[in-house]
């Protein structure tokens, strides 16, 4: 069974969101709750006691000198083999539980670290448009003076060069924004937020 595919609220994701997200359709935590479920199954299984067997021997086919014995075989463990074995089930159960919840706190941290990410990916994207808008006024500003005649020419093409270095940092804010949200995202399994 595949882990339930979970899509974003229309809202602003908040962190106990994300958290929630993840933890209800992370497909690791999905497939270690499945794992614990089947060694719960074991521990019945380890439960029960051996099946009695039966068998039929015949010997000769001729009618009158035909002999036909049935056995009925009960294994009876001794030396505690049952208990040993309930006692395995039951350690694998808390091997894979204590496995759960370490995936848990795993994905946890990760989809915290995650968010924070794109916290800060969010906030180095709004620098960058507000630097591309002062910048642009700069380019403007000495756009005029060099139309007035108090600055080089060269003011402006400084100017113009140093507008470009922030409009190359706010593409790269974008990207980083963008992989920081797919990388949110793929820890509840959505590889398109």
């Known amino acids: 069974i595949p882990a339930p595919r979970a899509t974003e609220p229309a809202a602003p994701l908040t962190l106990k969101a994300a958290l929630e997200l993840a933890l209800g359709a992370n497909p690791d935590l999905s497939a270690a709750g499945r794992e614990l479920d089947a060694l719960g199954a074991t521990i019945s299984q380890a439960q029960v006691r051996p099946n009695p067997e039966i068998s039929a021997l015949m010997e000769d086919t001729r009618q009158a000198t035909r002999n036909t014995t049935l056995q009925l075989n009960q294994p009876i463990e ?61 380019t403007g500003a000495a756009s005029r003076r060099v139309m007035a005649g108090k600055v080089s020419p060269v003011e402006e093409t400084k100017a113009r060069v140093a507008e470009a270095s922030v409009r190359v940092e ?12 797919k990388r949110l995202a793929s820890t509840w399994g959505n590889p398109a937020p």
């Open 78 to 138: 001794l030396g505690g083999k049952r208990g040993a074995r309930i006692e395995a089930a039951k350690r694998s159960r808390d091997a894979a539980s204590a496995e759960l919840d370490a995936k848990r706190a795993e994905i946890r941290a990760a989809v915290m670290a995650a968010f924070f990410d794109v916290l800060v990916a969010q906030e180095r994207l709004r620098l960058a448009q507000a630097s591309v808008e002062l910048a642009q006024r700069a």
């Open 170 to 181: 706010l593409t790269l804010a974008g990207s980083e924004l963008s992989t920081a949200r």
